[in-house]
């Protein structure tokens, strides 16, 4: 059942990655470009969740799923800075 929820979460995520460059491309709000790079990001961070749980048992993938997690808030954050200049 985890591992169920692990991949919907990391197909959300990469939905909500897509539905947000497709607006950018119609507004070319650069906001909306960071968003779904944040959001392609934690979409990796939900596949590499899924493989480090349920695939690779005896691997420990925690500091990529950090990695990618905290690059994806990092790239939302600069955005969001870097938009309100």
Not at 23 to 29: C, K, N, Y
Not at 36 to 61: H, K, Y
């Amino acid at each position: 059942m985890a591992t169920t929820v692990y991949l919907l979460c990391s197909l959300a995520s990469l939905a909500c990655a897509l539905l947000l460059w497709r607006g950018w491309r119609h507004s070319r709000s650069r906001l909306l470009l960071w968003s779904a790079c944040c959001f392609v990001l934690l979409a990796a961070n939900n596949a590499i969740l899924f493989v480090d749980l349920s695939v690779w048992t005896d691997v420990d993938l925690a500091a990529w799923r950090t990695g990618t997690g905290l690059a994806g808030l990092v790239v939302l954050l600069s955005g969001l800075i870097w938009e309100s200049r």
